[in-house]
């Protein structure tokens, strides 16, 4: 087994395993708190809009809403899918399928404050945004650090989802190298990086909680 | 000077009417308690002045600046925000339940409305926290969590965050309804000592005793109206069944 070429196509493949995570990320957790709000709003055409928007994200498989994104736009409007398009759709089927289920965190994070907090406020005279950014907020993001922490979990692990379109992730490239060499060391090498991945972000997240720990 | 104006109220809730034509006004330096039964419509007279609830009719008046007037009907009509946050920064709101902020300690829970609302600069919010939390006896705690403290001091805390801003009336929601009886004394200390500075202060309460000490006037509720308002001496030697009954049952 060549054991260089092994290396090589895994470490490409998890550049590309990290590029998804971490983009993800950066754009589903604010996205997430604006559909939260959508979903809290009083308006009912805004609250059915995101409440419908939350249940097809959350109902559907991921893996179904990746090839949708990217086929979607030939198959409904026939517009040919330029080059780059294939990264771009798993970043955004991604980002819209994680920012659903944070919106329902930060919700629930959201509704757990108590009134009084806001009645304080009030009567001090901060306004409703400075009440939300300086009150509420950082107890909520106190709140929905373990719920977080699970999804984001999840979410190296759905990483590999992005294969339906073949974006050549780490399990994809683990998955051909053991096809071609018929040996299952990639699939083990591979399995070994997504447990060392999570490791990191799991002591990342707790060591955040701790940092956190200040107040009750 | 009459600091609060506050004519016919009405209030009600999905129907039920729990504010009935409710006037009373409270004059500068002056210490007015109110006390009844629970579900007498106290915590929602107190709720409607210092408008964290809407009240349905009636007006209400800060130093000669109406928060809200009567209609022709009588229903209120409130005035515009910038007003009202005008009106807002006369009076402060003591809770039964404290709410300070739990991520704040407790010199930025009583620093952070006066900069963030007021615009006043840290240092000089500062100089008037330490002063206030001197005189309440709490300056060895400012760099404390609002966890760390006990009841009595986080009721404290908050007092001192309600004096931060300055307030020229001061509403006290059953401030210690929520403390054990060994820490109610700490509080009501307090409160006195504020009462000698002729602080104008509205208080909802039900430690009798308390009232009567250091009540200029005061009302006794039952059933959304005032039955009866005097002095603490009339109150206590009222020949009313009621409000003997009420008196008698707080062992005051």
Redesign the interface.
Known sequence: MNYFALVQQLASGMVVTVEIFVLTLIFSLPLGLVISFGRMAKNPVIHLITKFYISIMRGTPLMLQIIVVYFGPYLVFGIPLPQGYRFIAVILAFVLNYAAYFAEIYRSGIESI?K??Y??A?????SKA?TFI??IL??VL?RVLPPITNETITLVKDTSLAFVITIAEMFTAAKQFAAAESTFVPLLVAGLFYYIFNLLVATGMETLEKKLN??? | MKLLEIKNIRKEFDGLSVLKDISLSVEEGEVLSIIGPSGSGKSTLLRCATLLEKMDGGELIYLGMPAATADINGNSVYTSKAELKQIHKHFGLVFQNFNLFPHFNVMKNIIDAPMMVDKVPKEEAEKIATKILRQLNLEDKKDAYPFQLSGGQQQRVSIARALALQPKILFFDEPTSALDPELTGEVLKVIKQLAKEHMTMIIVTHEMQFAREISDRIIFMDGGVICQQGTPEEIFMTPNDRVRDFIGKFGG
């Not at chain 1, 009030?122 to 901060?126: A, D, I």
């Open positions: 108590p009084g907090q009645e304080a009030k009567v001090l005279g901060y400075q300086r009150i950082p107890q106190k200040y107040y009750r």
